[in-house]
């Protein structure tokens, strides 16, 4: 009988992308050691508290296990089981940190065996994907150009922690304005609230996006998570998960090296990409 084992992902104050990556990291050695994993993901900034798993709250698991079989399974915490061996991750310093190579991104030979696990193993629940379709079927038939920017987490290389660096809108528009003609719509994402108006303003009815609270949070302030209700966080994770998809969806992408970007990369299978943000490194 293949041995089964409980993935637990419970690192404070990493986005959900970071904590997704960690999970996939974890699965890809589950499989490749004939282990059935149960994967739970635990962060009070996407759910009510920290007893509530969030993967069950937007994917299958991988092997559909309910969480009441998983009870008594061997246990691993964050990289307990693979312990750094695994081309997501690396040891820097004695602490364990995303194994961040940017120009791997960019190379669809990388990007294909993690797609083909998550097209395999991470289906996002119907709450998700039906979301997704009915914001979609509109455009249906449209060539719509995909942009997502990455706001408070940029740090310049060599500076350090707390030495934030924007992304500046200027930058992005002209990577924009090249392209926007050979598309029907600009379907735009980001952290930054502020930076929707800006869109809208440029691109008038060509852009588009879906509604969620990040567009209600000031340019250069963080979403609070703690000051969410639990609700309010929890339809902060379906939506974040359904922007991703719609983005993995679009015919180009304009993207950040950040952890929702990459998602995106894994959920499509489109090597129409471009990243805008050379010489920023992420912390």
């Known amino acids: 009988m293949t041995e089964r084992v409980k993935i637990v992902v419970d690192l404070r104050r990493l986005g959900f992308g970071a904590l997704f990556f960690q999970a996939l990291a974890n699965l890809e050695c589950c499989l490749d050691n004939g282990l059935e994993p149960y994967i739970t993901i635990s962060s009070d900034g996407y759910a009510e508290n920290t007893s509530i798993n969030c993967w069950d709250r937007v994917f299958y698991q991988p092997f559909h296990i309910k969480e009441s079989d998983a009870i008594g399974y061997p246990s691993y915490h964050n990289w307990q089981l693979f312990q750094g061996e695994n081309e997501f991750w690396k040891k820097d310093d004695g602490h364990w940190v995303f194994g961040y190579e940017g120009y791997r991104w960019e190379d669809p030979k ?35 150009l995909g942009v997502h920017k990455r706001g408070r987490s940029h740090y310049i290389s060599g500076h350090g922690a707390g030495f934030a660096d924007w992304v500046d809108m200027n930058k992005i528009f002209s990577y924009i304005d090249e392209q926007i003609e050979d598309y029907d719509y600009l379907y735009y994402m980001s952290d930054e609230g502020g930076t929707y108006s800006k869109i809208i303003d440029r691109y008038k009815e060509k852009a588009i996006y879906l509604d969620t609270k990040a567009q209600y949070v000031n340019n250069n302030e963080d979403l609070n998570h703690q000051e969410l209700s639990g ?53």
């Not at 990388?110 to 509109?138: C, G, N, W």
């Not at 969806?249 to 995106?264: E, I, K, Q």
């Open 110 to 144: 990388f990007l294909q065996p993690h797609r083909d696990v998550v097209a395999k193993y991470i289906t996002p629940l119907p709450s998700i994907t039906e979301k997704v379709d009915k914001f979609l079927q509109p455009y249906s038939g449209k060539k719509i």
């Open 231 to 283: 609700s309010d966080r929890i339809l902060l994770l379906d939506n974040l998960i359904a922007e991703v998809l719609i983005l993995s969806r679009c015919d180009y992408l304009l993207l950040t090296g950040s952890n929702v970007s990459h998602m995106a990369q894994l959920f499509g299978n489109n090597n129409n990409f471009k990243f805008y943000d050379a010489g920023v490194t992420y912390v």
